[in-house]
């Protein structure tokens, strides 16, 4: 038997020195697209409760956003909805707490300064359960600078946010339902406000010498439709079923599920607490969620000696698209995007979702992903206002099919 053993470790030292790992850096790459990352300053937030004609109304949880409020007269109110800095994507994040002492309803006009309205109102009493507002007791303003929403309040606590609220405590608890021997819980690092950045690291058994899927979500914290898929998307890889587990015997999935914690607590449009968007620092890491979780990646990569194959950056906008690379890029699993999103459509033909193709030429982490691995980046976005059981069926769906065409790889 000693001697079998002895024989075993010859052989795995001969193969593991048969085939010499190239270890990975962190790399600054030049883009024709540049981006300025350093930091901007942005407006802080200003925690505050009003209490006027019979009810409070406050911003004090994290994700609220209320910048100002006023009466404009009985049983009308106007919330003044402004973005950290500018410039800025348009996405103005609105989210606040209403409790009464009475029944009545109310008017309430949310200014958005600068802004333009984007998001369907929603209510919640319990932040797990939302409804739209509904269309009749909802209007936007000329040029959409402003939107007017008729709201029921009562003695029960009620939120009203532009999207379901998903903060970086939400995120937390959601992580840790994921609870199995796969998955590893952890952080890369912290935040300037010193918030936990998230991170799973998912498989069967040894990560050594696995091939690796990165997903990410959350870098723009308005952005909880894409943030729905992804948990959706992961939910379905961790399923203890066939495909599955054969999925992580062969595959490691690192997961950073909140990119900017300090961004969604903040109730930011788009930005980290550094004033920046994080989805430009690809190429340069100035911002430190950038940063720690490419080490985080590199480190984890080069200790198991695997390779990335492919990352999914989880986004929303204005309707489903897939961002993929154009035909001048050639990963290391050439002509899988469009494979994968070819099954999602025939198996979800109510998918709506659109594919664009752009070079690698710009500081995202979509284009990160080539740079630094030659792997296969994906932007997956999901529409503001795409169905809740949609984006479901769409995050699962593409976790069975992107199993089963990486398990064929
Ligand atoms: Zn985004």
């Known amino acids: 038997m000693t001697r079998f053993f002895a024989a075993c470790i010859c052989l795995a030292i001969f193969a593991s020195c048969d085939k010499s790992y190239e270890p990975h850096k962190l790399t600054e790459f030049e883009y024709t697209s540049k981006v300025d990352t350093n930091d901007h300053p942005i407006v802080a937030k200003e925690d505050r409760q009003y209490t006027v004609q ?56 949310l200014n958005y300064a600068n802004g333009r309205h984007r998001y369907w109102p929603k209510t919640s ?26 709201i029921d309040i009562s003695q029960d606590t009620l939120y009203i946010a532009a999207q379901e609220i998903i903060n970086s405590t939400d995120m937390k608890h959601w992580t840790q339902s994921l609870n199995s021997a796969k998955v590893k819980h952890g952080s890369p690092g912290k935040t300037r406000l010193g918030r936990d950045i998230l991170s799973m690291d998912i498989t069967n058994g040894s990560a050594v010498g696995k091939d690796v899927l990165v997903v990410l979500s959350r870098q723009h914290p308005p952005e909880v439709t894409g943030n729905l898929a992804m948990m959706h998307f992961l939910e379905e890889i961790v399923r203890d079923n066939d495909l599955s587990n054969k999925f992580l015997d062969k595959y490691r999935v690192l997961v950073y599920p909140m ?4 961004g969604v607590d903040l109730g930011h449009w788009r930005h980290n607490e550094g004033g920046i968007d994080l989805n430009r620092d690809w190429a340069y890491y100035r911002q430190p ?12 990569v080069n200790a198991s000696e695997g390779e990335v194959k492919l990352g999914l950056d989880f986004h929303s906008t204005w309707s489903d698209i ?22 999602i459509f025939e198996e979800i033909p109510e998918d709506q979702g659109i594919i664009s193709p752009f070079a690698v030429n710009s500081p995202v982490s979509k284009n990160w992903f080539y740079s630094e691995f030659k792997a296969e980046g994906i932007t997956y976005e999901i529409g503001d206002g795409t169905p809740r059981d949609l984006i479901k069926k769409k995050g699962q769906v593409g976790a069975q099919e992107m199993m089963k065409i990486l398990l064929e790889k």
């Open 54 to 109: 019979g009810f409070t109304i406050d911003n004090l949880f994290d994700a609220a956003r209320m910048n100002g409020f006023k009466e404009l007269g009985t049983n009308q109110f106007e919330i003044q909805v402004n973005p950290e800095n500018s410039p800025i994507n348009m996405s103005p994040w609105y989210a606040f707490r209403l409790v009464g002492t009475e029944s009545k309803t109310i008017d309430i006009t």
């Open 125 to 150: 009493a319990d932040r797990n359960n939302w409804q739209l507002v509904d269309s009749s007791r909802f209007s936007i303003g000329a040029d959409s600078l402003s939107a007017t929403m008729t």
């Open 259 to 262: 990119m900017n914690p300090d």
């Open 289 to 300: 969620e950038v940063r720690q979780v490419c080490e985080d990646v590199i480190a984890k």
């Open 322 to 343: 897939y961002y993929i690379y154009d035909d001048t890029v050639k990963s290391v699993i050439p002509g899988f995007a469009r494979e994968w999103i070819g099954n």
